[in-house]
């Protein structure tokens, strides 16, 4: 079982609410990571971290934020939700370097109404 | 786009028959990666094949790599019906160090 924790598992909000995706691993990894799939469709990287203070906006364009103030914690922000935002996002994290293995957590399902 | 392709996209199978998924991708790449989803879960890695490997097992898992055809093939041997997942094929290209990853296939193995 992978230590990466993602809260809330499920989530139904208002259009217009912020709301913040939280993601945390105990495996000391640098890298970090935020995939969003919609169902029965392929992952796309919104954003990553290479650690501490790095971030970087991924393949898919996002209006969601993140920060990487800890190693451990990798919260995804949205300020303002909308329909279009509802999905399936995944955290993950990997050690630092090429040619090593992501570690998944359960992901949130967001349903913006 | 530099996402992979498997193929199927969806397979059915009894216990105790071989599944076999293929991907396919466009550029060089450090190495692929084997991914399973059980339905709305997070995604739990199965292996890794490096660029300068051409055949790795583990378990009932046989995964090859064509660099040449920029292809891979995963075979699971003697399915389960809790081998019903979705599997999908991971690509770290070369020059970077996040995985990109394909549209998965989805395999269903019926008692």
């Known amino acids: 079982e992978a230590d990466i924790y993602q809260t809330p598992r499920y989530l139904v909000i208002g259009t217009g609410k912020k709301i913040t995706l939280e993601c945390s691993q105990t495996?000391?990894?640098?890298?970090m990571y935020w995939y969003q799939q919609d169902p029965g469709m392929e992952l796309h990287l919104i954003h990553y971290s290479y650690g501490v203070n790095s971030t970087e906006k991924g393949d898919l364009s996002s209006e969601s934020t993140v920060s990487r103030i800890r190693t451990e914690h990798f919260p995804l922000t949205l300020e303002s939700a909308r329909p279009s935002h509802t999905s399936q996002y995944l955290c993950?994290?990997?050690?630092?370097?090429?040619?090593?293995?992501?570690?998944f957590g359960q992901g949130t399902r967001l349903t913006v109404v | 786009s530099q996402q992979g392709e498997e193929d199927p996209q969806a397979l059915s199978i009894q216990e105790g028959e071989n599944a076999t998924m293929n991907c396919s991708y466009k550029t060089s790449i450090n190495n692929l990666q084997w991914y399973r989803q059980n339905s709305g879960r997070g995604l739990v890695h199965l292996i890794l094949?490096?660029?300068?490997?051409r055949e790795k097992h583990s378990g009932r898992l046989r995964v090859t790599l064509d660099t040449s055809k920029k292809s891979s093939s995963l075979l699971i041997t003697a399915s389960r019906a809790a081998d019903t997942a979705s599997y999908f094929c991971a690509t770290e290209y070369s020059g970077y160090s996040t995985l990109t990853f394909g549209k998965g296939t989805m395999l269903l193995v019926s008692p």
């Open positions: 094949i490096r660029s300068n490997e």
């Open positions: 495996m000391g990894h640098d890298k």
């Open positions: 993950a994290s990997s050690e630092f370097g090429q040619n090593t293995e992501a570690f």
